[in-house]
């Protein structure tokens, strides 16, 4: 992205952020008509493209075909050995995110939206200051905020980057570390100690909740618990960190009992938090967690909207798309009621994988809910079984009748959650699946077992 010289210049709408979000919505916005800013400090694409999701994926990627040799080799069918060029690896990550960031950039400037490299800091309703980059004051009748989150450390748990760092520090290593402790298992520490556990990295995961994968309901997290450990990961769940540090070239970590656990690397994955700090004269509040309040249009303040991580309600890159694109409908005229994300979609990525969509078990039950589960195993799915790796389940959760959740684990259920999504969105019953033909053999066969599987009330 490129600097531009606007003076103090006039928009429609100013967007604060270029991640997936505000990137979205301007695209929307000019391609509907209004003259459009939007503001972005660092590379288009936001953290999910810079330093989150697409440089993971690529990781995870490299290291894809040593787990599905690894399952074969179980059973007896190949040997030999593959390396994993991490050097080569890390430029063709490199590569790819400047690239894919480039070529947003100019597919917005096609779409007739003006790019401002800087820091785009509210000063009041409708007004903001550009600075570290262009410096420039710009005005608009409306402003959305999409300024994302970062890396979220508790005191005595801060990156320090030597030997104790965050996931962007991680991302950029030149070179892969013998051990590596990972504090936080959700899906950011699970994705990274997936790819460094196939470099042989020795792991350790730490999380202080009862459970891997806290957001997940217990008989996912277990059965990951099975499969890491097989892996050869040491997984220590309801552990309390009590501090970690760089002390004589290793990261130290001291958990709350007094065990002291050393590694060459740690990783801080405990979470993200909101980048507010260009916000204090946006004219908006922030929850307890530190997010932005929003109201039923996405609405932090009059004509100022704000979406994705900064609100808090989802924090995933196609949530923010999802949002942007609707406040820049809104402010078009085409959105007249409230905002609905619908049944929304989210995935654990590695050798074995998690897809959720809509509620959960645990969530309905903590509601004063007694949802219905159904359960089928992936050892009935032939591709899962073709490809040698049959651990796993696909669930179905019901709220009396109506389908409102489903999740899976197992080899490469990512693949299952748009078909899942509008399984759950449209409510579908075993009686309403019969409009349905399932293509034989593939893995949505396993969608269609657990929603005509038998179906037990679920209990605390």
């Given at each position: 992205m490129v600097n531009v010289s606007v003076g103090g210049a006039a928009f429609d709408v100013i967007v604060v952020g270029g991640g997936p979000g505000g990137a979205a919505a301007a695209?929307?916005?000019?391609?509907?008509?209004?003259?459009?800013?939007?503001?972005e400090e660092a590379g288009l694409g936001g953290t999910c493209l810079n330093h989150g999701c697409i440089p993971t994926k690529?990781?995870?990627?490299?290291?894809?075909?040593l787990g599905a040799l690894r399952d074969h080799q179980r059973h007896g069918i190949v040997s030999g050995e593959l390396k994993v060029d991490f050097a080569a690896l890390q430029k063709r990550k490199n590569r790819f995110v400047q690239g894919a960031s480039a070529a947003l950039g100019k597919a917005l400037q096609v779409a007739g939206v003006t790019l401002i490299q800087g820091r785009g800091v509210c000063k009041g309703a409708g007004l903001v200051q550009c600075e570290g980059g262009t410096q420039a004051t710009l005005r608009a009748a409306d402003v959305i905020l999409a300024t994302g989150s970062r890396a979220a450390a508790f005191p005595g748990l801060e990156p320090d980057g030597a030997a104790v760092l965050d996931s962007t520090m991680l991302l950029s290593l030149e070179r892969v570390p013998e051990s590596l402790i990972i504090v936080g298992a959700g899906a950011i520490g699970m994705e990274f100690s997936d790819f460094f556990s196939a470099l042989g990295v020795k792991v350790t995961l730490v999380e202080g909740m009862p459970q891997l994968v806290p957001a997940e309901d217990a008989d996912i997290a277990e059965e990951l618990r099975k499969i890491v450990q097989k892996s050869g990961r040491v997984c220590l769940t309801g552990q309390k960190v009590a501090s970690v540090l760089t002390r004589g070239g290793q990261a130290e970590l001291t958990l709350a009992d007094g065990r002291v656990l050393t590694a060459e690397k740690a990783l801080i994955a405990v979470g993200r938090k909101a980048n507010t700090q260009a916000l204090e004269h946006a004219g908006c509040a922030l929850d307890k967690r530190g997010f932005v309040v929003t109201n039923a249009f996405?609405?932090?303040a009059p004509h100022c909207h704000a979406i994705g991580d900064v609100n808090g309600l989802a924090l995933l890159a196609h949530a923010a798309e999802h949002q942007g694109e609707w406040a820049a409908r809104r402010i078009l005229g085409l959105e007249k009621g409230e905002y609905s994300s619908g049944p929304v979609p989210s995935c654990i990525f590695g050798h074995v994988e998690i897809m959720r969509v809509g509620r959960t078990a645990k969530e309905l039950l903590a509601s004063g809910s007694r949802p219905g589960v159904a359960v089928s195993p992936m050892s009935l799915n032939p591709i899962a079984q073709a490809h040698g790796s049959s651990t796993g389940f696909v669930k179905a959760v019901r709220q009396?009748?109506?389908?409102?959740?489903?999740?899976?684990?197992?080899?490469?259920?990512?693949?299952?959650?748009?078909?899942?999504?509008?399984?759950?969105?449209?409510?579908?019953?075993?009686?309403?699946l019969r409009r349905f033909m399932f293509a034989h053999p593939t893995l949505d066969e396993s969608l269609k077992n657990v929603l005509t599987a038998p179906e037990t009330i679920a209990v605390l």
């Open positions: 695209g929307v916005l000019a391609r509907g008509g209004k003259k459009v800013a939007l503001v690529f990781f995870l990627a490299a290291t894809a075909p996405l609405e932090a009396g009748d109506v389908l409102v959740g489903m999740a899976a684990i197992g080899h490469n259920v990512s693949h299952l959650v748009t078909a899942a999504q509008l399984l759950v969105l449209h409510g579908h019953t075993p009686e309403t």
